[in-house]
């Protein structure tokens, strides 16, 4: 009965939103449901964070394999939570200077601030700069010419990397750029020719065929027939 009230409910949702967008006088309605998705997203956000404790928590307990991780995760979980809902270190903003907490907790200075700044955002560029090792491997596996679609793909990935980078730009410069139609043969111009045709084409073809996958997924859940989103049911 809850499954199917709660499907009844996102059926119900997802139908206003739909009309809101063609119905004028509807628009208030289509506000609310926001609203409600953004009470209800709030409270994800606290149970995910419940889950997250419990489940590192548990693998501390058990001694499992890697719970060191688990404990830094759970100290810098708890640290950010202090530090961005206490505002530690922000001063009160110039408009409400006796509001001890009216002040933004991205603020220079403040330790949310720091936090981001010194920790997290070298965290990033490092797991980004250690992902770019992988992906070159990734790119040289895919990149063998073993039938004609990695020929062509080779080729195409060859010619755009070097129409970025100077040897290429040099490599070609002795082609006339005023010419219009050999002009396009200096491999800074190919490699936007593919950049901005063929590229472009392709995307827009996967952006389509998303559109569509959404709009097919949306309409099945707005009758019902797909209830994923309810879980197993256990």
Do not use: C, Q
């Not at 139908?15 to 506000?31: D, I, Q, R, S, Y």
């Not at 994800?44 to 997250?52: E, T, W």
């Not at 060191?68 to 202090?82: D, H």
Request: charged share 10%; proline share 3%.
């Amino acid at each position: 009965m809850s499954r199917t009230v709660a499907a009844l409910v996102a059926s119900l949702a997802g139908l206003v939103m739909v009309l809101t967008a063609f119905v004028k006088p509807w628009e208030p309605l289509g506000t609310a449901v926001v609203d409600w998705f953004n009470v209800l997203a709030a409270i994800a956000f606290v149970l995910g964070g419940a889950n997250l404790l419990k489940v590192n928590l548990l693998k501390i307990s058990a001694r499992e394999e890697g719970w060191g991780y688990s404990a830094v995760t759970i100290l810098a979980f708890l640290v950010m939570i202090t530090v961005g809902a206490f505002k530690i270190g922000v001063h009160p903003d110039p408009k409400f200077p006796d509001v001890a907490l009216s002040g933004n907790k991205e603020a220079v200075g403040g330790a949310f601030w720091w936090l981001y700044e010194y920790a997290m955002s070298p965290i990033t560029s490092t797991l980004f700069a250690l992902l770019a090792f992988y992906v070159a491997s990734a790119a040289f596996r895919a990149f063998r010419a073993k039938n004609a679609a990695a020929v062509l793909l080779l080729g195409t990935a060859f010619i755009v990397l070097l129409g970025r980078v100077y040897v290429g730009v040099l490599l070609t410069s002795w082609i006339p750029a005023d010419n219009g139609w050999v002009s396009w043969l200096r491999l800074e111009n190919l490699s936007n020719i593919i950049m901005s045709v063929f590229n472009n084409a392709g995307t827009r073809a996967m952006i389509i065929g998303i559109a569509i996958g959404i709009a097919a997924t949306s309409l099945k859940i707005l009758v019902g027939m797909d209830r994923s989103y309810l879980g197993s049911g256990d």
